[in-house]
C-alpha cells in the first residue's frame, strides 16, 4: 500500500487541471512558494524542523526517508545559522522546477499522474499532467471542502493545505464558487492557524506588491 500523500504533492495535485493537466492560471513565484511552503511543513509534521517564531530550527536531521524531503532536510541541517522562516521560503522557493519535477515524478510513479506530451505548432515541447482517474484529486477537494463548510476543528495537514492554498490564491480556482460563498472568515481562520501558510502568504502578497510597483513605474510618463 502507497503511503499517504505529502502535502508537497497533494498541493502539487491541486495546482493542475482536471482535464488538460496544465496548471492552473496563478503567479509563477505563487507556485514556487506554494510548494517551498509545503516541503518546510512536511518536514515539520515530520518533526525534523520547527518553524515557531518566525525561524526555521533543526530538531533532527535523521532522513525520514521520503526523497522528496530529504534533499532539503539535508540542506537545512547543513546550514550553521538559524534563518527565518522567509529565508528558506527563498531558498526552496528557488528550486520550484527540482521541487515540481520531484513530486511530479512520485505521483506518476504511484499511477495518480500520467504523462501525455504534446506539440504547439509542431516545435515546442510541452509536458502535461492529467490524473489517470482523479480519484485521488477529488477524494482531497471533498476533505478540504467539508472543512471550509463545516465548523469542526481541522486537522493540523489540510489547514497547512488550506492555508498554501488562500495564501497562493488557488481557492477560487480550486472549490466552486457555491462551495466558498459566505465561507471567507472559516477560511481565513483555518489558514492564520498556519505559520508556514502565513509566511507564504507575506512572501507573494510583497511580490505581487513589487509587481504592481514595477508596472505602475513603467506605465507612468516623464
Known sequence: MNPPLTLVEEFELLSLDDETGAHLPLLPEALAYGLAGAILADLEMAERIATGGKKVTLKNSAPTGNSLLDPWLERIAAESTIRPTSYWLSVLAYEKSIIESASIDHLV??????????????????????????????????????????????????????????????????????????RADRIASIADSDPVGREVAAAIHHIIEALMLAQSTTDTPF
Open 109 to 182: 510513479a504511484r499511477g495518480i499522474l500520467k504523462r501525455k506530451k504534446k506539440k504547439i505548432l509542431w516545435v515546442i515541447g510541452l509536458r502535461r499532467y492529467p490524473t489517470v482517474n482523479n480519484e485521488e484529486r477529488v477524494e482531497v477537494r471533498t476533505r478540504l471542502a467539508h472543512l471550509i463548510q463545516g465548523d469542526d476543528e481541522p486537522p493540523h495537514f489540510d489547514a497547512t493545505l488550506i492555508s498554501l492554498l488562500k495564501g497562493c490564491a488557488l481557492l477560487s480556482a480550486v472549490f466552486s464558487e457555491s462551495q466558498l460563498e459566505g
